[in-house]
């Protein structure tokens, strides 16, 4: 039986520093809970040339309190306008939308998380990728 896992030979989660990234939507999902429901979104990298094709997953809230940071990260990818405007969100719309996202890695409950920041269109990319992501020096 063959079985495909997203990721598998993307770098790990440790090899990706934290910074700003070029990406693009290659999976997504609702993940429904009670008080904490979220959309964990899967990115291919596309930018910075060091990293292409490798993997981000990160959790983006949609929790009444945080839904406008779930619309900041819709609006900048270019999302259907006509969606939104019916407060609608179709994950298989999400796949393959483009945009700029700042991750941070932080540590809850003792597992290693992927916190998205901030977000940025597409064409912002040439302006932020000043001072691309680079990993730690020592």
Known sequence: MKRQI?????????????G???????HAQYRWHRQKP????????????ALVGGSIVARLSSSPKTLWKLAWFLRDFRYSRELLERDEIDTRALI????VVQISHEIISGRPT???????????????AVAPANPEVA
Do not use: C, M, T
Not at 6 to 18: K, T, W
Not at 20 to 26: D, F, G, I, N, S
Not at 114 to 128: G, I, S, T
């Open 6 to 18: 997203h990721g598998l030979s993307s770098p790990l989660i440790a090899d990706i520093p934290d």
């Open 20 to 26: 700003v990234y070029l990406v693009r939507v290659q």
């Open 38 to 49: 979220s959309y964990e979104l899967d990115f291919y990298i596309l930018q910075p040339d």
């Open 96 to 99: 393959g939308l483009q945009g």
């Open 114 to 128: 992927v916190k998205l920041e901030a977000f940025a269109p597409a064409a912002d990319w040439e302006h932020l």
